[in-house]
């Protein structure tokens, strides 16, 4: 036995309205439902998200409870723990709520003690203005 790791990684877009306007917050939601909830949330939830459901409607292809990725994840959640993310662009501090809000909800759905706590790592164009922006940031 060698007692490695074995993982999986999602390659993602942090994306932020350009401005505060609801319709820039609007466009910049409907954007990340479509590109995270077209293989992010039916592995996460079992099922494409609400906004690509309403848009694209009978053309999506439906799950059922059987083939839904669903029972893949409840199993993942309880036999290997993650380790963490890397956040390495776009606005972190925004990018890291979000992803804290998804591991809070993640551990309350499936009753996975401590998932919401998952690391959250930040990389890349690190400055004192970043560094700031994230320890004012909202904590859960």
């Not at 505060?20 to 954007?31: C, L, Y």
């Not at 292809?61 to 990725?69: D, V």
């Amino acid at each position: 036995m060698q007692n490695g790791f074995v993982g999986f990684n999602i390659l993602t877009v942090g994306l932020a309205p350009q401005t505060n306007n609801s319709e820039d917050i609007t466009a910049t939601q409907r954007v990340q439902d479509f590109y995270h909830g077209w293989y992010l949330h039916p592995f996460i939830f079992g099922d494409y998200s609400e906004t690509m459901k309403k848009i694209v409607r009978l053309r999506l292809p439906s799950f059922t409870k059987k083939k839904s990725n669903l029972f893949m994840m409840e199993h993942l959640l309880r036999r290997y723990k993650a380790v963490g993310i890397r956040l390495d662009s776009g606005d972190l501090a925004y990018l890291s709520c979000q992803a804290r809000k998804i591991f809070c909800c993640i551990e309350k759905e499936f009753a996975v003690s401590g998932f919401g706590k998952t690391s959250i790592t930040a990389s890349n164009d690190l400055n004192e203005e970043t560094l700031d922006a994230l320890n004012k940031q909202e904590l859960f």
